[in-house]
């Protein structure tokens, strides 16, 4: 049995309810409801399993290990430290599961600490003994060669010592400031020092500037293969030369988790962008949140670091391998082996997409939509590209959220600016850890000559839109693209997300008065077709619920899918739990977070929940509704949760051509039928991987959108 399916102790399920009673039941009840920071670590732990899962390749199973360690740093970093924020100043707040937050932390610290010891276990049991099987090693100390050595004492020499500053502490050197997540080692010292000084205790920061890991030249290694070594080790190996004429009695390796969210005062800021410049720079040294500590530290020196940094033994992990094993992923690129990953893929093109002639004519004959990665994210980038040197296109509007440090989205846009057009850009400073990547594309395009605004003040924009306009003839024409997604592209190969390119004139002019908005001001303006946070989408969502409650009562057939990456929004909730209690049947593909608890009797026993984690990251939000037969479907940006639908900036678009509709409903059931990269919440909030019958047949909706969308998939996999 995995964490994922034994992580909370077993409910009692209610009893059987009559229909008096489901009428009286409290949908507000705290009983109802999970809380959403452990279900997101349950998210998390999930991406860690698939380490174990054979049906990845033995390179993407270490990706995803290293990928559960980047993922805890952030909860750390952003829940952990909220949570934390809370209980200091006296600002508790509990949420619709009635959990107070002291309760909900130490539930975090409980099942972090059994999560973190698994995936050393997985890492030192399961992976580096599959790895060494396969010729890839990571070289301990002992197993050293005298050449390989040599080798290293240089490395050590020339890159390392130059670098390193060690710090002896005594009451002239106090402990120091140490970098959120930052490599250092506690070295135990004897003896005395050139001014007589003898404190016993020093810290050594790793230069950051240094890779993690170092693979060894292919000459140093007889038996071919792949061998590495952590910088860990030979500053371990080395650190006596650091202290000349002393005694290392030990060095341990630790390394401390900071509060690393922004806090900006936007009623007492009048500059985003210089306020933003200004948190950027102490990111790196916020509250202490965590520390992690070499496992074979001595209780002592543990003792001294937690006091130093103000933390509990709840605060304190310690770890039976690297401190940080996220940074293990720079190895993989490094290792040379296509048959240990999974096989590259070529995306598809729908058929209308025609890059021989103009993609505003391709848009002009139908509406296109694509799905990211298994169809390709090129006729995005060059719809802009087009735009930007054709001189019949007049202007351009754009909202960026992630874009990539080398975006050719940015690109064009910068040429578009260049070349004359109006180019107006809503760029969202405060996209958690981009945003000093966006304060640098927004320079770049005001020194273009774009003119850059950073959306609503209180409301990040995240809305995924691009507005372009054409003069054709004596008429101007708009053409648009919607997405579920960043306008990324090296996410757009590791994510899944809808784009929608349309010259429809009403969703045209919706997106119009979205961009006025955003850059002006002014009243609310009505929108026809689509769905617009803050204003209509939330409410607009628990209408077309309720009419699927409606449909039910009278006896129709009903039927809601939604697939989002998250599920919290309380009113949102309770919708679907009426829909469930009127019979109506609803399906639900939510990644990570969900508060919503399934398959309680006279509440929820018409729900279903599964998380589908694979090869790609699940990022379509989709939501779907039988309508009585005269189903409708919208995609968009936003995610069933508090920040998406009340206080973000966001955008839903109807899919109303059939054969699209038709294809994204054929789409979004693979997902409900998907038996083997999908986990199913049950009612006391943990998950259990599906698996098929022994008569079903095998379904993985990545593997079959791979199969049917893109234009060479490699050799087959599950995914």
Not at 41 to 54: K, S, W
Not at 312 to 337: A, C, T, Y
Not at 340 to 359: A, D, E, Q
């Given at each position: 049995m995995t964490i994922a399916e034994n992580t909370?102790?077993?409910?009692?399920?209610?009893?059987?309810?009559?229909?008096?009673?489901?009428?009286?039941?409290?949908?507000?009840?705290s009983e109802f409801y999970i809380n959403?920071?452990?279900?997101?670590?349950?998210?998390?732990?999930?991406?860690?399993?698939?380490?174990?899962?054979?049906?990845?390749?033995?390179?993407d199973r270490l990706f995803f290990l290293c990928i559960f360690s980047k993922n805890l740093d952030e909860f750390f970093e952003v829940r952990v430290a909220d949570l934390v924020h809370q209980l200091t100043f006296n600002r508790e707040q509990s949420g619709i599961d009635g959990l107070h937050p002291a309760q909900v932390l130490d539930e975090i610290y409980s099942l972090c600490s059994t999560t973190v010891e698994r995936q050393y276990e997985i890492l030192n049991d399961t992976l580096l003994p599959q790895l060494k099987e396969q010729n890839i090693h990571f070289l301990r100390r002992a197993e050293w060669n005298d050449e390989q050595r040599i080798w290293i004492r240089d490395y050590f020499d020339d890159s390392i010592q130059p670098l390193i500053s060690p710090i002896g502490l005594d009451p002239s050197h106090p402990f120091p400031r140490l970098v959120n997540k930052s490599l250092n080692f506690i070295v135990a010292l004897d003896g005395k020092d050139a001014f007589g000084r003898q404190t016993g205790l020093a810290i050594i920061p790793a230069p950051r500037s240094l890779p993690r890991t170092l693979r060894l030249p292919d000459e140093l290694v007889q038996e071919g293969g792949d061998h590495f070594v952590f910088l860990s080790s030979i500053i371990h190996e080395y650190a006596d030369e650091l202290f000349p004429g002393m005694t290392v009695k030990g060095c341990y390796q630790f390394r401390v988790t900071r509060n690393a969210d922004l806090d900006i005062d936007h009623e007492e800021?009048?500059?985003?962008?210089?306020?933003?410049?200004?948190?950027?720079?102490?990111?790196?040294?916020?509250?202490?949140?965590?520390?992690?500590?070499?496992?074979?530290?001595?209780?002592?020196?543990?003792?001294?670091?937690?006091?130093?940094?103000?933390?509990?033994?709840?605060?304190?992990?310690?770890?039976?391998?690297?401190?940080?094993?996220?940074?293990?992923?720079?190895?993989?690129?490094?290792?040379?082996?296509?048959?240990?990953?999974?096989?590259?893929?070529?995306?598809?093109?729908?058929?209308?997409?025609?890059?021989?002639?103009?993609?505003f004519e391709s848009i002009r004959a139908k509406d296109t939509l694509l799905l990211h990665p298994f169809e390709s994210f090129t006729p995005v980038v060059d719809l802009l590209r087009e735009a930007a040197k054709d001189p019949s296109v007049k202007s351009i509007k754009q909202t960026l959220y992630r874009t990539g440090a080398k975006s050719e989205i940015v690109n064009a846009l910068v040429d578009a600016a260049r070349n004359g057009k109006e180019v107006t850009v809503v760029i969202e400073l405060r996209a958690r850890f981009d945003e000093e990547e966006n304060l640098y594309l927004a320079n770049r395009l005001q020194e273009a000559g774009a003119v850059v605004v950073y959306g609503v003040v209180g409301y990040?924009?995240?809305?995924?839109?691009?507005?372009?306009v054409r003069k054709e003839g004596n008429q101007y024409r708009r053409y648009v693209h919607l997405g579920t997604g960043n306008y990324h592209a090296g996410n757009a190969r590791a994510y899944t997300d809808y784009s929608f390119m349309t010259c429809d004139d009403s969703i045209c002019e919706d997106v119009h008065k979205v961009f006025q908005?955003?850059?002006?001001?002014?009243?609310?303006?009505?929108?026809?077709?689509?769905f617009h946070a803050p204003f209509t989408l939330h409410k607009r969502l628990i209408q077309l619920i309720d009419r699927e409650r409606e449909h039910a009562d009278a006896g129709k057939p009903a039927l809601i899918r939604m697939k989002a990456n998250g599920l919290t929004e309380p009113k949102v909730i309770r919708a679907l739990y009426r829909a469930s209690q009127s019979g109506v049947k609803v399906e639900l593909i939510i990644r990570g977070m969900c508060s919503l608890r399934p398959g309680i009797p006279g509440v929820s026993e018409n729900?279903?929940?599964?998380?589908?984690?694979?090869?790609?990251?699940?990022?379509?939000?989709?939501?779907?509704?039988?309508?009585?037969?005269?189903?409708?479907?919208?995609?968009?940006?936003?995610?069933?949760?508090?920040?998406?639908?009340?206080?973000?900036?966001?955008?839903?678009?109807?899919?109303?051509?059939?054969?699209?509709?038709?294809?994204?409903k054929e789409e979004l059931e693979i997902y409900v039928k998907d038996n083997t990269q999908a986990w199913v919440l049950q009612t006391d909030g943990s998950y259990v991987r599906a698996q098929p019958g022994p008569d079903d047949e095998t379904i993985s909706a990545q593997s079959w959108l791979l199969d049917k969308l893109a234009a060479s998939s490699g050799t087959p996999s599950a995914s």
């Open positions: 909370q102790t077993k409910a009692e399920q209610p009893p059987e309810l009559s229909m008096t009673d489901v009428q009286d039941i409290d949908l507000n009840s959403r920071e452990l279900s997101h670590l349950q998210f998390n732990i999930r991406v860690l399993e698939q380490a174990l899962d054979e049906a990845h390749p033995l390179l800021t009048s500059d985003l962008a210089s306020a933003l410049e200004d948190e950027l720079h102490s990111r790196n040294f916020g509250e202490e949140m965590r520390l992690e500590v070499a496992d074979n530290c001595p209780d002592e020196l543990i003792s001294f670091l937690l006091r130093q940094f103000n933390l509990d033994e709840s605060d304190l992990f310690k770890v039976n391998g690297p401190v940080n094993l996220g940074r293990l992923i720079e190895v993989i690129d490094q290792i040379n082996r296509p048959d240990l990953r999974y096989p590259p893929f070529t995306p598809g093109l729908p058929k209308n997409v025609n890059f021989k002639k103009s993609i990040k924009t995240h809305a995924k839109m691009m507005l372009i908005q955003l850059t002006g001001m002014g009243e609310v303006m009505r929108v026809k077709k689509l729900i279903e929940v599964r998380s589908i984690i694979g090869r790609f990251l699940e990022h379509t939000r989709v939501y779907y509704f039988l309508n009585g037969g005269n189903d409708e479907i919208y995609a968009g940006s936003a995610d069933l949760m508090e920040r998406n639908l009340l206080r973000r900036v966001e955008t839903a678009f109807p899919v109303e051509t059939n054969k699209i509709k038709e294809r994204m």
